[in-house]
């Protein structure tokens, strides 16, 4: 749980620190800038923006029930990012596996990708596609039942 969260605490903190130095330096305009551009990193790379992941297993076994995709991601992944903010609301229809937190997970994902964890890894039908066009996701999700 630590180690998801430590990449956004930084950025926060830091950009907090930085902040701080320019407000003190006589530059509130430039500090309060920054420090959104911290906060913006920071919460970019926490697990806030994805919705509640399962584990590979439950996963697999919803996507069977409902014909909707399964996503394997981890934190801090800026192509995993992209295609979570492009996919908008329907990000939330499908099944999302954090490979940190799920070993089962991130076995899927080396099977599917020569030993490496490459992720956005999407299942669909039980075959993986590595890092898809949110385009065809969005496509796939609305094929599905």
């Not at 394997?72 to 992209?82: E, L, S």
């Not at 937190?101 to 992720?119: F, I, L, M, S």
């Amino acid at each position: 749980m630590t180690r998801v969260w430590l990449p956004p605490l930084l950025f926060a903190l830091c950009g907090s620190a930085l902040a701080t130095e320019l407000a003190l330096d006589g530059s509130p305009a430039e500090a309060t800038a920054l420090l959104l551009v911290f906060l913006v990193l920071a919460a970019v790379n926490s697990p806030l923006i994805f919705p509640r992941s399962v584990d590979a297993r439950e996963a697999q076994r919803r996507s069977a029930a409902d014909g909707r995709p399964v996503v394997y991601w981890r934190p801090g992944c800026t192509y995993c990012v992209r295609l979570r903010l492009r996919l908008g609301r329907r990000a939330r229809r499908l099944h999302w596996v954090n490979i940190r937190r799920d070993p089962a997970g991130a076995a899927v994902v080396r099977a599917a990708n020569d030993g490496n964890e490459t992720v956005p890894t999407v299942v669909v039908a039980g075959r993986p596609h590595t890092n898809p066009d949110p385009e065809w996701v969005r496509r796939q999700l609305s094929s599905a039942t």
